[in-house]
């Protein structure tokens, strides 16, 4: 069935492109319909790669299992508190009296 609709859209764009050059020669309707396909070609592309049911990305309200601090579905759900890192993985911070990247002391 994706098959289908991803050639119906190409096919459809290969129509415009011809309906919109009906009263030139053959090479640019050839052309146009090539254009035509360019342009459907993502549509295309996205139309038959469409999922169906939307629960697979969302995150459930669940409690996540506490031992599993790295699964994907943990580390998404801790983002903000964890700043972007794993659990343990986290990079120190610079003491506030002193530069880390002062230019005097780079060299």
């Given at each position: 069935?994706?098959?289908?609709?991803?050639?119906?859209?190409?096919?459809?764009?290969?129509?415009?492109?011809?309906?919109?050059?009906?009263?030139?020669?053959?090479?640019?309707?050839?052309?146009?319909?090539?254009?035509?396909?360019?342009?459907?070609?993502?549509?295309?592309?996205l139309?038959?790669?469409?999922?169906?049911?939307?629960?697979?990305?969302?995150?459930?309200?669940?409690?996540?299992?506490?031992?599993?601090?790295?699964?994907?579905?943990s580390?998404?759900?801790?983002?903000?508190?964890d700043?972007?890192?794993?659990?343990?993985?986290?990079?120190?911070?610079?003491?506030?009296?002193?530069?880390?990247?002062?230019?005097?002391?780079?060299?």
């Open positions: 069935m994706r098959l289908v609709l991803f050639a119906a859209v190409l096919a459809l764009g290969a129509m415009i492109g011809v309906i919109a050059a009906a009263g030139d020669d053959t090479s640019t309707k050839v052309t146009m319909a090539f254009v035509g396909v360019l342009f459907a070609l993502p549509v295309a592309a139309l038959a790669r469409r999922r169906k049911g939307s629960e697979s990305g969302q995150l459930s309200d669940e409690l996540l299992d506490p031992s599993v601090s790295t699964s994907p579905r580390l998404s759900a801790n983002y903000w508190r700043r972007g890192h794993p659990p343990y993985m986290k990079p120190s911070d610079g003491d506030p009296d002193k530069h880390m990247f002062d230019p005097d002391r780079l060299s």
